[in-house]
């Protein structure tokens, strides 16, 4: 036998991880270490302080995909390096990606003959900024053409008070002013009998949203458009429709093909949606279209080199990882029409399973029992004498891993504590099954048990909201 000296690196590496110097030694957290460690304790290291974050499938407060599956990690993984704005070095990525911009168009009904275009996003955040500024832009040359002073006011935008926080960014980025149409009790969307009473010269556009973050119902895009309609015809001042369908994009073609809420109405002028949400991809992807070059004003494109020639790109950001474009690629072409189709409405089935079985225990008013978005919305009876809040009920189940947030409507309704469970692909009818099994003893804890520390039940903002 020959006995060889094991060198010094070797040696470290049959080192059991949690026997290790470096292991066992307090690493500085807030400035760099002196000395480097072993890659596989640094990986571990990080893993370990991750360890306490939940598990994402029990997130049941997210729109966003917590699952994909292994071929399309394994192409996300591997494409990690392509920048996806080097046109140039890329080619293909960008292809890709216009093959996305156009199926999506499709989907939403967009027409050739108005030369639609559009383009991926890092969410719906940066699309809803960019459909914003294209919003301000064409409007600020409509205006002046018509004479109007259009810096003597600061310009509005109309929406309902049920708003993702993205339009409040996009109001204080921008300089436009947030015109909000409170929510009302009867149907917690968009309020069409009062929404053009907030429409004057200086109004960028009204937005309506598809699947509202705080409930899940969709503004009624429809009769918006017919209102915006009517109201076009008396003035020169026309004003158009933005739709927010972070959420409703690339659900409800799938799942209600006979809603009409998209470019098949005549004011609806751009849409934006998240691919990380019903899209099906991890974060980081979303999508913005506009329904011909009329409404995406040249100021705000810029062209980069691509193949020799050049090309129109409108992004905040600059280089990021094409990984989440070709993950989306991966899904839309993996799936088909037919494959999201019954992605969704197995989504919307269980949701409606949960909305039954929550209206069945008697102890909530159920706001959304997941008919619009699979989302269910549901605050505590009033009349009821019930002692625990829902916060607490949020405590109680996380301890057995859901993180169901509890948390106040908007303005106009904020003494409403709602609570909201949003199912996505990955939460079957069997995880629902456990659920309820969960929930109900819960229920029995609270009701039952001498448990609870506090006797106000003031209202706190508590837990995500997106
Ligand atoms: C989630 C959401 C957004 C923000 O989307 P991101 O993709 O997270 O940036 C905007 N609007 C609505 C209605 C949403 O639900």
Known sequence: MIHKKRRHEDNDYLEPIFGTKAEGQILPNYRLAQQPIEPRIAH???????????????????????????????????????????????????????????????????NDSEDYLGTSTIGSSEACMLAGMAMKFAWRNRVQKLGLDSTKKKPNLVISSG???????????????????????????????????????????????????YTGKYDDIEQLNNLVEQYNQTTDYKVFIHVDGASGGLFTPFVDPELI????????????????????????????????????????????????????????????????????????????????????????????????????????????????????????????????????????????GWQVPTYPLPKNMDDVLVQRIVVREDFGMNLAHDFIKDLQSALNELNQAHILFHDDDGLQSYGFTH
């Open 44 to 110: 571990q290291l990080v893993k370990d302080e991750l360890l306490d974050e939940g598990s994402a499938r029990q997130n049941l407060a997210t729109f966003c995909q917590t699952f994909m599956e292994p071929e399309a990690i394994d192409l996300m993984a591997n494409t990690l390096e392509k920048n996806a704005i080097d046109k140039s070095e890329y080619p293909q990525v960008t292809e890709l990606e216009n093959r996305c911009v156009n199926m999506i168009a499709d989907l939403w009904h967009a």
């Open 163 to 213: 708003y993702q926080v993205c339009w409040e960014k996009f109001g204080v980025y921008w300089d436009v002013e947030l015109r909000e149409v409170p929510i009302e009790q009867a149907e917690m969307t968009l309020n069409l009998k009062s929404v053009m009473d907030y429409v004057d010269e200086y109004t960028i556009g009204i937005v309506g949203i598809l699947g509202i973050t």
């Open 261 to 400: 809420w998209d470019f098949r109405l005549n004011n609806v002028v751009s849409i934006n949606t998240s691919g990380h949400k019903y899209g099906l991809v991890y974060p980081g992807v979303g999508w913005v279209i506009w329904r011909g070059k009329k409404y995406l004003p040249e100021e705000l494109i810029f062209e980069v080199s691509y193949l020799g020639g050049t090309m129109p790109t409108m992004a905040i950001n600059f280089s990021h990882s094409a990984s989440h474009i070709i993950g989306q690629y991966y899904n839309f072409l993996r799936f088909g029409f037919e494959g999201y189709q019954a992605i969704h409405q197995k989504t919307r089935l269980v949701a409606k399973f949960l909305g039954k079985k929550l209206t069945t225990f008697g102890d909530f008013d159920v706001i959304n029992d997941g008919n619009d978005l699979p989302v269910i919305c549901y605050s505590l009876k009033k009349d009821k004498n019930i002692h625990w809040t829902l916060y607490d009920l949020s405590d109680r189940l996380r301890m057995k």
